[in-house]
């Protein structure tokens, strides 16, 4: 990544707070009780169509991301998934929420985004519910790399304590991102 555009993003409200394994990770400026995430990595050994196919099955995320212990669609709409998803991490309640899912092209990709569903009715009601969530994948190709760009918006609710709020910002991310380059290359 250029000095140029970490320069430009850190004017737009965006720290880096670590860059490993051709990533750069981002978090903004908080937005009340959420601290908006973005991680872009720049990716010549992932091949794009492959990580295309496993982005485009929000149903079996479940079996890419080791946070998130259930991803079961519950209603597909044209273009629209809606997903539950059920996040698990040890010394934590579990969260649950349901969210609608799309994807769109972009130049050079694909673009895959979430947000909270208005439906939440799918909720098994045995955890607590994610007040709000946001994000997307984008994944594009260029002179023969795979560029990843990754945003997440989450307020996970309930009582959290301080030190998982920081690894769900920090190592949980990188972690989630390793893990989908470790399908990809895997597949």
Request: hydrophobic share 35%; aromatic share 8%.
């Amino acid at each position: 990544m250029s000095a140029t555009l970490i320069f430009a993003l850190a004017t737009a409200g965006w720290n880096v707070t670590n860059a490993t394994d051709d990533c750069t990770y981002f978090k903004g400026s908080s937005e009340g009780d959420i601290t908006p995430i973005r991680v872009e990595c720049d990716w010549s050994d992932v091949d794009a169509s492959k990580m295309h196919r496993l982005l485009a099955r929000p149903g079996s995320h479940d079996g890419v991301f080791g946070g998130l212990a259930a991803a079961d669609v519950v209603q597909q709409e044209g273009a629209l998934t809606r997903v539950y998803q059920r996040f698990a991490a040890r010394g934590i309640t579990d969260r649950e929420v349901v969210v609608d899912y799309s994807t769109t092209s972009v130049d050079g990709g694909k673009k895959y985004r979430w947000r909270k569903s208005p439906d939440q009715s799918a909720l098994h009601g045995d955890a607590i519910e994610v007040p709000d969530t946001s994000g997307s994948w984008q994944v594009t190709e260029k002179d023969g790399s795979v560029q990843l760009v990754y945003e997440l918006r989450m307020k996970l609710g309930g009582m959290v304590p301080s030190f998982a709020v920081n690894w769900a910002q920090t190592s949980a991310i990188q972690d989630t991102i390793e893990e989908l380059k470790s399908k990809v290359l895997a597949d």
